[in-house]
């Protein structure tokens, strides 16, 4: 575990116990590529779920299925809207290209959180977020787990984010996808533990 893992995995605490497992063989040898190892560790730990409920976090899955919270590329129409295709800094010499960006990531304020996978060696990716309120993509030269760290402790000069309720934070909960889907049918709110409030139906 590197320093930025260990300062992140201190700040983040998971709700529920990870039940689902990664088969990173499998899962590199279906998208074609190696994940960064920051990133392999978080998963191992946190598995795919939400950083208090503002941060999404996407784990890949064989044959990559239209699952929620599943690693992939920009699709195709994404990479056609007029909004996706604009830089916060436009003067930028080496805004790379769409195609490379591959998503891990989502907020609760609609922004996209991807690697500029740019290169065979995924360690050295640089992280890109499209700020939906933000005036579109922003390059930053860390990997995901350290991009993370300093959201958590307001460590960006200017904050990447549009949505800013874990700036500087310092710690967070972390709901895992299985955790939560299994407590919503069991009728349970996964953030409180507490019976879920019924929703009527007056139809």
Known sequence: MNDESARLFEMVTP????????????????????????YKEFIDRFGAGTLDDGIFV???????????????????DALQEGGMLAWQDASRPDRPDLQDML?????????????????????TWRVAVWARHGGGWAIYDCGMVEFLAKVLTDGFHAFPLSDASLRGVESAPFLNLEAENR????????????????MWDFD
């Not at 709700?15 to 920051?38: C, I, M």
């Not at 998503?103 to 360690?123: E, I, K, M, R, S």
């Not at 407590?183 to 019924?198: C, F, R």
Request: charged share 20%; hydrophobic share 40%; glycine share 10%.
């Open 15 to 38: 709700l529920y116990e990870v039940s689902d497992v990664v088969d990173w063989t499998a899962v590199e040898a279906d998208y074609g590529l190696a994940f960064p190892a920051d």
């Open 183 to 198: 407590l919503m049918d069991e009728g349970i709110d996964p953030w409180t533990g507490k019976p879920a409030p019924q």
């Open 58 to 76: 996407s784990v890949p899955r064989v044959g990559q299925p239209p699952a929620p919270l599943t690693v992939g590329r920009l699709p195709a």
């Open 103 to 123: 998503v891990w990531g989502q907020t609760n304020g609609a922004d996209v959180l991807c690697w500029v996978a740019d290169g065979p060696h995924p360690d």
